[in-house]
């Protein structure tokens, strides 16, 4: 691999910052100075430097980002702002993809990674990855309306578009309060599934309206609440294993 792509993808900066430090003589291959952008090195076997520190090369990236309104979780979209939009030079060069989508007026934790293997694990129907999201709904949510959720509802599809009903799997739906004068209610739901605005339509379906949406579970890994919308950081090692753990 090439030395500028490992350096870039350990954290020492954009493939231009790379060249500089090549540049600089900082960098060493088993004891050799490099100064060839292109030359290449195997991350697994050889002693890479830069000054004193030694790379330890990192294939994949997992990043945990507090999604704001307003950004698509998409890799590219004509009109809208990505979330990939929000990264870091360095980052965005690692190619990183949103693990599973948000739609545009959700916010919360979302996973960004390059590593498609992990990707398909927390998004596999069989994986049954947990998803727990705050809402704010129009109407008052009521013990009937847990029931429905526990057993499955039907969400309608698009006839028109060839699309059949479909019934969810069992949801938990907690009441965290009502409010009989706006007639609103606060709720958390924690779902398996991730069908298209499915949480939106689950709530259709027995007749309320979701106002306000933020996921803040996947797996046992929770919302760090300290991130501002649009941060996002490096997920631990220990926080990666969170999102696969389940009961
Ligand atoms: N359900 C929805 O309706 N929207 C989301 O963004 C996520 C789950």
Do not use: C, W
Not at 140 to 164: C, H, Q, R, S, Y
Request: without cysteine; hydrophobic residues 40%.
């Amino acid at each position: 691999m090439r030395i500028d792509k490992i350096l870039a993808n350990s954290g020492y900066g954009s493939r231009k910052d790379v060249k500089k430090l090549l540049r600089a003589k900082a960098v060493t291959v088993n004891g050799a100075i490099i100064r060839d952008a292109a030359a290449h090195v195997d991350p697994e076997k050889d002693f890479i430097f830069v000054g004193d520190d030694q790379v330890r090369y990192q294939e994949f990236i997992y990043l945990v980002m507090n999604k704001p309104a307003g950004v698509i979780s998409a890799t590219e979209d004509r009109v809208h702002e990505t979330v990939l939009d929000l990264l870091s030079e360095a980052d965005f060069s690692r190619e990183p993809f949103p693990v599973g989508r948000l739609d545009i007026d959700t916010e919360g934790l979302l996973i960004l990674t390059n590593d498609g293997k992990f990707a398909h694990e927390v998004l596999a129907p069989k994986k049954h990855v947990d998803k727990t999201y705050y809402a704010q709904i129009a109407g008052l949510v009521t013990p009937a309306d847990i029931a429905a959720f526990a057993k499955g509802v039907i969400l309608k599809g698009n006839a028109t578009k060839g699309e059949e009903d479909y019934e969810t799997k069992p949801a938990v739906l907690k009441i965290l309060t009502t409010d009989t004068e706006t007639g609103t209610s606060e709720i958390e739901v924690t779902i398996t599934e991730g069908k298209f605005h499915q949480v939106k339509r689950m709530f259709e379906s027995v007749g309320k309206t979701v106002l306000y949406l933020k996921r803040i579970q996947m797996g046992k890994l929770v919302l760090d609440e300290t991130l501002p919308l649009g941060a996002y950081r490096e997920l631990t090692e220990a926080e990666l294993a969170l999102v696969l753990t389940r009961d």
